[in-house]
């Protein structure tokens, strides 16, 4: 059987792509190795969203390049960064075999059979949903099902549209199929994904059913999902999340800034007014939920008076978390033609005050959870306590604590200590 390595960079979607890559090469006879020492085939599945991102598989690419002295070895670059730089990576990186962009994975075994052009797996298919190929997941308390591919959005920051094509959804019963297997081969924990999930709708199925019915798949304790957005955002999800147990308490709901004005500019399609109107709302029928969000600082044409909107929002909401950003170009986004005149000192300053004001927030709320009891959901060992356990809350939040479990067990867990990104505490 060729054996096939591969690194996956980016996020969650990216995470589930590599399971449904390796389920795809897996049904034609390959088998995953953990070293590029010993595999016939190198694959690197990729980001596109930020040029850090870039620079690291580069350099990957020419670290990997040497793997290549073996006879028959084959590199490649999957995902969404194949899609959005092809020529550039052909022309920088000429020992890449093949390029395979998001919807190219089922051509992947044919494409490693012969020598055809990389080009040839970088179309675009505004029907693949991958809804009939396997998954081969990694054994773990939480499973990642992709519901959608590509996104219908177009904010003026963002490349998935142009690299991950329009957006589609994978029929209802499948996604329920696959939840079940997942929680036959140990899933307690399920997150559905997708660039706008909670826009999610397929044949007479719309979001808020769907939580309905993965939820109900014997076997899964919870439900989570990502990315939401605050436009989707409908009264059918908040009484799914209000009234189904397994439903995580936890919203991920990102404003990306405090300003009307650069909503405006990054096309959002909501207000502050309305936004805050959300938040209050989910709030009032999910009293224990955790809200985060993701912001960007330093968008073309943000003023000192942006700034500190996004900063007073912030105080007002108070997030338990927030994935804070100074803004960067990216070649083939709508923002691309605007003037980044924000000086890079200037978004620097801003970010880091963004952060200190998050850590403060994030540590608050975790602080008034010290001596209540909390239900974790048990992933494995702590990583730095020897003989603890960690897992995370339905809020998703993380904890340690001592005393023996086992990994894929609820237990309840009374908080002893806390910090801005952890909880401590024993076994209640």
């Not at 054994?139 to 094509?165: E, H, Q, Y």
Request: glycine share 8%.
């Amino acid at each position: 059987m060729p054996a096939v390595y591969i690194e996956t960079y980016g996020c969650q979607m990216n995470v589930a792509d590599t399971e449904l890559i390796l389920g795809t090469l897996g049904a034609h006879g390959y088998r995953r190795v953990d070293s590029p020492e010993v595999a016939d085939v190198i694959l690197l599945n990729t980001c596109a969203i930020r040029e850090h991102a870039e620079q690291r598989v580069l350099g990957r690419l020419g670290a990997l390049a040497r793997h290549k002295q073996r006879a028959g070895v084959k590199l490649g670059v999957t995902g969404c960064m194949a899609q959005h730089l092809r020529d550039r990576l052909r022309e920088r990186a000429p020992q890449v075999d093949l390029l395979v962009g998001p919807d190219g994975y089922r051509h992947l075994p044919a494409l490693l059979a012969d020598d055809t052009d990389p080009h040839l797996g970088l179309r675009l298919d505004a029907g693949e949903t991958y809804a009939d190929l396997p998954v081969t997941r990694e054994k773990s308390v939480r499973a990642l099902v992709s519901i959608m591919r590509g996104c219908d959005r177009f904010c003026t920051f963002c490349i998935v549209p142009f690299v991950r094509g329009r957006e589609r959804c994978l029929p209802g019963p499948a996604i329920v199929e696959q939840t079940r297997a997942a929680a036959d081969a140990g899933a307690r924990e399920v997150v559905l994904l997708g660039q706008t999930v909670n826009a999610y709708r397929h044949d007479g199925w719309d979001f808020a059913r769907l939580l309905r019915a993965v939820a109900a798949v014997p076997g899964i304790a919870r439900v989570r999902f990502t990315s939401p957005h605050p436009a989707e955002m409908s009264e059918g999800v908040i009484d799914a999340m209000a009234e189904v147990p397994a439903i995580a308490p936890q919203l991920h709901l990102p404003v990306q800034s405090g300003s009307d004005r650069i909503l405006v500019r990054m096309a959002r399609d909501y207000d502050l007014a309305g936004y805050e109107v959300l938040v209050e709302r989910v709030r009032s029928r999910i009293p224990d939920v955790a809200l985060s969000t993701d912001v960007i600082v330093g968008f073309p044409g943000e003023t000192a008076d942006d700034y500190e909107a996004t900063v007073s929002l912030m105080e007002r909401v108070r997030y338990d978390s927030a994935f804070l950003f100074k803004y960067s170009a990216r070649s083939g986004t709508r923002a691309d033609k605007l003037d980044d005149d924000v000086p890079e000192a200037e978004k620097a300053e801003r970010l880091t005050r963004l952060i200190e004001l998050q850590e403060r927030t994030s540590a608050a709320a975790n602080r008034a959870l010290v001596g209540t009891d909390v239900e974790v959901l048990v992933e494995g060992p702590a990583r730095r306590q020897a003989g603890w356990m960690a897992g995370k809350t339905p809020q998703m939040k993380t904890t340690v604590f001592s005393g023996h479990a086992s990994v894929g067990e609820l237990v309840r867990v009374r908080i002893e200590a806390s910090s801005a990104h952890t909880l401590r505490g024993s076994r209640a």
